[in-house]
């Protein structure tokens, strides 16, 4: 399953093509060849590629001056499957290097795979919110060790992103609004407007764990605006948005937390009134009831896309 709108954004699912072997395997290449060959066919588009990492993340971005950059690598252990998939779309891209990798928060689902994924294709940079500060949870911390452990061996080439900062990419900005439980103070251009849907939203209890430290982005591309916010959690997402709306307007929606309902506000997603949700969700991770309600009803949504189906649903 592939997306594309005019600035080239494609979206795939490959869980089923892993279990393809021979001809169903040359088949299923030939099906995908508009994504396999990214600097002979298209010319100067921004191209993203979500891999599914079955309810974690990774998200491939190439911007139009062909730089790189992996938001998440997905789950350890699983015989390297997810390190797997995202090497595989890295060569269906013409990749022989990821420029950054940027880790949105150090739970295992986003963060695991680091170690596998630098066993397969080389990476340059890191960009990730700084220390862990959720030390209670073996998983995260094991996560967290196996990276620090990447970092050392590649002399700690890596950024601490902090709200407000412009990522090191080129032929679009990219703009953090979260890091480390901190947010952006300031209206992104063209945003700052009163947001007349925070009154009718439920509050949510303050989250203490890693997910309020997401690393957050909106990317422009002339005039396309896509977000990310990682697993960024009601609290967080409503200071962004209420009372002023400090995001604006999107295009694309990179749906928080896999679509679980911790996540995804009315107030903050009739705030960013996407045109297209994509979301990363998992077959029993993700995938709300409520949060597809919420999603529907927003103003301006053209279609909503699943990595899976959703047994929750």
């Not at 869980?15 to 040359?26: C, I, K, P, R, S």
């Not at 013409?94 to 986003?110: A, G, M, N, S």
């Not at 709200?163 to 990219?174: D, F, I, N, S």
């Amino acid at each position: 399953m592939c997306i594309k709108t005019s600035f080239r954004f494609a979206a795939c699912t490959l869980a089923a093509a892993w279990a393809l072997t021979g001809a169903a395997a040359v088949r299923a290449q030939a099906a995908h060849s508009h994504l396999r060959r990214h600097k002979m066919d298209i010319a100067l588009p921004l191209t993203a590629y979500l891999i599914d990492v079955e309810g974690g993340q990774a998200t491939l971005l190439i911007t139009p001056e062909g730089q790189t950059m992996l938001i998440d690598t997905g789950w350890p252990d699983h015989d390297g499957r997810d390190a797997k998939r995202i090497a595989a779309v890295a060569k269906l891209a013409d990749l022989d290097h990821i420029d950054f990798v940027l880790l949105t928060h150090y739970h295992p689902d986003h963060a695991g795979g680091v170690p596998q994924l630098l066993e397969r294709i080389p990476v340059a940079e890191f960009i990730d919110h700084g220390p862990l500060r959720e030390t209670d949870d073996k998983a995260t911390v094991a996560a967290y060790n196996a990276y620090q452990m990447v970092l050392a061996q590649a002399n700690d080439k890596r950024v601490v992103a902090q709200p407000g900062m412009k990522l090191p990419l080129y032929g679009l900005t990219a703009t953090v609004v979260s890091a480390d439980g901190n947010l952006l103070q300031s209206p992104l251009p063209g945003a700052g407007e009163a947001n007349p849907y925070c009154s009718n939203n439920p509050p949510h209890p303050s989250d203490a764990t890693e997910n309020a430290r997401s690393v957050g982005v909106v990317f422009q591309y002339g005039k396309m605006r896509m977000i990310d916010l990682g697993d960024l959690t009601w609290d967080k997402e409503m200071q962004l948005v209420c009372p002023l709306n400090k995001l604006g307007k999107v295009d694309v929606y990179i749906v928080s937390h896999h679509g679980w309902d911790h996540s995804g506000s009315p107030a903050f997603v009739d705030a960013i009134a996407p045109r297209v949700a994509l979301m990363d969700n998992g077959e029993h991770k993700g995938g709300s009831p409520s949060v597809w309600e919420i999603l529907e009803k927003s103003p301006r949504l053209k279609d909503l896309w699943q990595l899976h189906y959703s047994a929750e649903g």
